[in-house]
C-alpha cells in the first residue's frame, strides 16, 4: 500500500504542476455571491413561512403525501410540485455557474476562447465501461433514482436518497454534486477530490486496478497534500487537516479510515484464496447510454446558455462605456459651445429648442441676411465643427446612421468664418470630406428658414456615379492636435 500512494502521488502531481492558486479578490467575491443566492434557496433557514425554499416546499409536499389519498389535496400538490421544479431549477442554475468560476479561478482545468472550463475527455479503463472515450461531466441536482448498467450490461434502477451533500464521481466520468458549500475554497478542494477520481478511472493500471478504498484513500491524500493551494485561512486549514488526517486523538481522518478499510479487503481476499471480492459502490457503476447521453447534453446547453450570458454582458458593458463616452463628450462640447461670444445682431433661442451645448439662433429682425459674426476662439473645433463632422462620419457610416436629428440645431448662421484650411485640419476620409464640405457650403449660404434635407447629405456621401457612401482615403491632418477632437473622432467614427 505504501508502494501504491507513492505511486498515486506520482501520477497526480501534475494536478499541482498546473499551478493551483488561491481565486482572486474578485473571483472569490463573485463565486460566494453564486453560493450564497443559491444556498438560501436550498435552505433560507428563515423562520417567516412566506419565505419558500427547497426545502419547505419539499416538507409540504410530504405532509400533504402522508394523508389518505381520499384527503390530499391536488391542487396544492400540484401547485408545490411547479414551485419546487421552479427553485431547484434556479438553485441549479447558481451552483452549476459557480461550479464553473471555481473551476476556473483555481485553474482546475483549462478555459475556452468563450472563457468557458474545458473538460477533460478520456478514454475510460474501469472494466465495467468497456474503453469507451469518458467526458468529465459535472452536474448540480438533487439525488435521484439512476438507471446504471449491471455486469451483465443490462439497466437496473438505484433509489435516490443515498447522498445528502458532496459530490460522487462515477467510472463514467460524471460528478454529481450535492448539497450546499460553504465558500469558494470549500467548493474548490470537492472539486478537486473529483478530478482526482476522474483522472483514476482514465489512467491504465489505477481505474482498472484499485477498489473503492484504494480510490478515496489517494483522492482524500491528495486533498491533504494541496491544502495550501487554495488560499484556506488557519482556522480553515486546520478543520480540514483534521477531515483528512484527524487529530491525533479520537478521530481517525479518511485518508486513516479507507486506508484500514483497504487493508481489511486485502486480507478477505487472501484469506478466501481470491473467493472474496471487494465490491463498487452503485454510484461507481456507469450509466446507461441514454441517461450518459442526456446527462452530457445538458451540461453542453448550459456551457452554451453560459457563453451566450457572457456574450451579452461584453456587449452591455461596450454600450455601457460608450454610453459614458458619449455623455463626457456632450459636456465638453457644451462647455466649448458656452465659451463662444454670442454672434453680433443674432438672439438666442430657447434651449430647449435643441440639444445640450446647441442653442440655434435666428436673426433679430425677419428677412435679415447673414450677419458678420465673432470669429470662433477655438478655430475649427467649435461645437458647430464638432457637429457636422459626426453628421458626415455618421453619413459615411457602413450601414449609414440618421442625420436628420443632428441637422435641425445646426447654428447655420456662424458658418461664414469657415475658412478651407480649417476643413483639412478636421481629418475626414474622402466620404466624410464630401458631406462636410456640402454641408459647410449651405452654411455659409444659410439665409433665415432655410434647410438642408437628408437627401442632400446622402447623395454627397455618396460615391460619384455609384449612389453607395465610400470611406477613400483620410485626407491628414495639421500638426495641430485637440485631445476633445481626438477622443471626438474615436467616439463618433465607429
Keep these: 500500500m505504501k508502494f501504491i500512494g507513492l505511486l498515486l502521488c506520482f501520477l497526480f502531481s501534475p494536478c499541482l504542476a498546473k499551478a493551483i492558486h488561491p481565486a482572486s479578490a474578485a473571483e472569490h467575491a463573485a463565486i460566494q455571491s453564486l453560493i450564497d443566492r443559491a444556498n438560501l434557496i436550498n435552505d433560507s433557514a428563515s423562520p417567516s413561512p412566506n419565505v419558500r425554499d427547497v426545502k419547505k416546499v419539499k416538507a409540504d409536499l410530504e405532509l400533504e403525501y402522508r394523508k389518505p389519498e381520499s384527503l390530499r389535496n391536488s391542487a396544492k400538490i400540484a401547485h408545490w410540485q411547479v414551485e419546487l421544479k421552479s427553485l431547484r431549477t434556479t438553485r441549479d442554475q447558481l451552483y452549476q455557474q459557480a461550479i464553473r468560476k471555481t473551476l476556473l479561478a483555481y485553474d482546475l482545468v483549462d478555459r475556452d476562447h468563450h472563457g468557458l472550463p474545458i473538460m477533460p ?81 482514465t489512467t491504465p493500471g489505477i481505474g482498472d486496478k484499485l ?15 494541496a491544502l495550501g493551494h487554495f488560499g484556506l485561512t488557519a482556522a480553515e486549514k486546520k478543520l480540514f487537516e483534521e477531515f483528512l488526517a484527524g487529530d491525533g486523538k479520537n478521530k481517525p481522518g479518511k485518508i486513516r479510515e479507507h486506508n484500514e478499510r483497504a487493508k481489511a479487503e486485502k486480507l478477505k481476499r487472501k484469506f478466501s484464496l481470491g473467493l472474496w471480492g471487494s465490491g463498487e459502490p452503485a454510484h461507481v457503476q456507469p450509466r446507461s447510454r441514454t441517461e450518459y447521453a442526456a446527462l452530457l447534453k445538458e451540461s453542453k446547453d448550459f456551457d452554451s446558455q453560459l457563453a451566450d450570458a457572457e456574450r451579452d454582458l461584453i456587449a452591455q458593458a461596450r454600450k455601457d462605456k460608450e454610453a459614458a463616452e458619449h455623455r463626457d463628450l456632450m459636456a465638453e462640447m457644451k462647455r466649448r459651445s ?33 450677419v458678420a459674426a465673432h470669429p470662433s476662439p477655438l478655430g475649427a473645433y467649435d461645437a458647430k465643427m464638432l457637429a457636422i463632422r459626426k453628421i458626415a462620419q455618421d453619413a459615411c457610416a457602413s450601414p449609414p446612421r440618421a442625420v436628420d436629428a443632428t441637422l435641425a440645431w445646426i447654428p447655420w448662421a456662424e458658418f461664414h468664418t469657415v475658412t478651407e484650411i480649417q476643413i483639412h485640419e478636421i481629418g475626414l476620409t474622402a466620404c466624410e470630406l464630401r458631406v462636410f464640405r456640402r454641408l459647410v457650403e449651405f452654411g455659409k449660404t444659410w439665409r433665415p428658414g432655410a434647410a438642408i434635407d437628408a437627401a442632400a447629405v446622402r447623395a454627397a456621401a455618396a460615391e460619384p456615379g455609384t449612389g453607395t457612401p465610400s470611406g477613400g482615403g483620410a485626407v491628414p491632418p495639421t500638426q495641430n492636435h485637440d485631445p476633445v477632437r481626438d477622443r471626438v473622432g474615436r467616439i463618433i467614427g465607429r
Design 211 to 225: 477498489t473503492y478504498d484504494e480510490r478515496e484513500e489517494a483522492a482524500y491524500r491528495a486533498q491533504y497534500q
Design 121 to 201: 475527455t478520456k478514454p475510460a479503463v474501469h472494466p465495467s465501461f468497456n474503453n469507451r472515450t469518458i467526458h468529465w461531466i459535472l452536474v448540480y441536482k438533487d439525488d435521484e433514482p439512476r438507471v446504471l448498467l449491471d455486469s451483465g450490461g443490462k439497466p437496473r434502477t438505484i433509489p435516490a436518497g443515498k447522498a445528502s451533500g458532496g459530490g460522487l464521481t462515477g467510472a463514467d466520468g460524471v460528478t454529481t454534486m450535492y448539497g450546499k458549500f460553504e465558500s469558494p475554497a470549500d467548493l474548490a478542494l470537492l472539486l478537486y477530490h473529483e478530478r482526482v477520481h476522474y483522472d483514476q478511472f
Design 338 to 370: 458656452d465659451a463662444l461670444p454670442a454672434p453680433v445682431g443674432l438672439t438666442p433661442t430657447r434651449p430647449e429648442d435643441g440639444p445640450p451645448g446647441y442653442v440655434r439662433v435666428e436673426p433679430t429682425r425677419p428677412g435679415d441676411g447673414p
